[in-house]
């Protein structure tokens, strides 16, 4: 599967954005996907998960009740809506999908494909 990160840019505190990541390839719907994030000189976090029917949503603590993660699997799409953005939320942001699997969601390790990453960046 190949995935296209976009929707990053320069907002200011507050704000909202909505990024999306497009799958290429077959199958899409037999994987799970998630988003990722890397802050400046930090490692790449997890930030927010949803397996490959939907039922299951999971987001890091940091986020919960600002970000929402969803998916068209007829689309072969992945979305991340973010609100009330805070300048800690700067970073790249990077989608990844795995094979469905009943693992835990924020191991990068199992995500087998990944795209490029958007920035995002919020100013105070």
């Known amino acids: 599967v190949q995935l296209q990160a976009y929707g990053g840019g320069l907002v200011q505190a507050g704000g909202s954005l909505r990024l999306s990541c497009a799958a290429s390839?077959?199958?899409?719907?037999?994987?799970?996907a998630a988003w990722f994030r890397q802050a400046p000189g930090k490692e790449r976090d997890f930030v927010a998960a949803?397996?490959?029917?939907?039922?299951?949503?999971d987001y890091a603590d940091s986020v919960k009740g600002r970000f929402t993660i969803s998916r068209d699997n007829t689309k072969n799409t992945v979305a991340l809506q973010i609100n009330n953005l805070k300048p800690e939320d700067t970073a790249v942001y990077y989608c990844?999908?795995?094979?469905?699997?009943?693992?835990?969601?924020?191991?990068?390790?199992?995500?087998?494909?990944w795209g490029q990453g958007t920035l995002v960046t919020v100013s105070s």
């Open positions: 990844a999908v795995r094979p469905k699997q009943n693992t835990d969601v924020d191991v990068q390790g199992s995500y087998t494909d």
């Open positions: 390839g077959r199958y899409f719907n037999n994987y799970d």
């Open positions: 949803i397996s490959w029917t939907s039922r299951n949503r």
